[in-house]
């Protein structure tokens, strides 16, 4: 059965790092686009950025661009959400998903397989 399996959350200052993996198994994602959503207390879960299956193309939301960067080793069967000068306001449960089609990236009804979520805690 595929599987998703998000790690490298937790609490961190603000100004710190944190790289997020997400690994496969059960079945190969490459041919997949992927992205990353997160979802805080009372909200509801939002896009954070996504990455074609070839890895040529890339998408952020406004509030992320310019600090997250998504990468993917498709040998490995994992992607990744560098997050690099955090904010208080960065604080969620972080998902990675399996988009399916070719819908757009920002709309969570159009990805298939998530994973568990891996929580992001960022103190100011």
């Known amino acids: 059965q595929a599987q998703l399996v998000e790690s490298g959350g937790g609490s961190v200052q603000a100004g710190d790092s944190l790289r997020l993996s997400c690994a496969a198994s059960?079945?190969?994602?490459?041919?997949?686009?992927m992205g990353w959503f997160r979802q805080a207390p009372g909200k509801e879960r939002v896009f954070v950025g996504g990455?074609?299956?070839?890895?040529?193309?890339?998408y952020y939301a406004d509030s992320v661009k310019g600090r997250f960067t998504i990468s993917r080793d498709t040998a490995k069967n994992t992607v990744h959400l560098q997050m690099n000068s955090l904010k208080p306001e960065d604080t969620a449960v972080y998902y990675c998903?399996?988009?399916?089609?070719?819908?757009?990236?920002?709309?969570?009804?159009?990805?298939?397989?998530w994973g568990q979520g891996t929580q992001v805690t960022v103190s100011s």
């Open positions: 998903a399996v988009k399916l089609g070719m819908q757009v990236y920002s709309d969570p009804g159009n990805y298939g397989y």
């Open positions: 990455m074609s299956y070839s890895g040529t193309r890339t």
């Open positions: 059960g079945r190969t994602f490459s041919a997949y686009d």
